[in-house]
Nanobody, 129 residues
Framework: VQLQASGGGLVQAGGSLRLSCAAS????????IGWFRQVPGKQREGISY????????????YYADPVKGRFTISRDNAKNTVYLQMNSLKPEDTAVYYC???????????????????WGQGTQVTVSS
């Protein structure tokens, strides 16, 4: 079971990037996916979430306030990939971005790292002013 986060890079403020979270060895349809980011000296911050495909409650998404209206999370089941489209980037978005997967059902906090079972290796996003 492996997750691969990619798509980071250097971009000017106001620009866009699309991060990808690709899976190998398992079908992402059966996993809820969270995106997190972390800067040195700070805790990992949960910024977005998408529920499992076929969730009986319907596909659900979440965005933390700092990214709401600018970031969009989506699934491409055919490619076994979850995307995070990031628009109107700001210097404060600079961080290492991680994706994480959870298969377990039940109640959990989508922004809590301990809620997830598998993690990608992280991809650096740097936004210059």
């Amino acid at each position: 079971v492996q997750l691969q986060a990619s798509g980071g890079g250097l971009v000017q403020a106001g620009g866009s990037l699309r991060l990808s979270c690709a899976a190998s060895g398992f079908n992402l349809d059966y996993y809820a996916i969270g995106w997190f980011r972390q800067v040195p000296g700070k805790q990992r911050e949960g910024i977005s979430y998408i529920s499992k495909s076929g969730d009986e409650s319907g596909l659900r998404t979440y965005y933390a306030d700092p990214v709401k209206g600018r970031f969009t999370i989506s699934r491409d089941n055919a490619k076994n990939t979850v995307y995070l489209q990031m628009n109107s980037l700001k210097p404060e978005d600079t961080a290492v971005y991680y994706c994480a997967a959870r298969a377990r059902d039940g109640s959990y906090v989508v922004t809590q790292p301990l809620s997830y079972d598998y993690w990608g290796q992280g991809t650096q996003v740097t936004v210059s002013s």
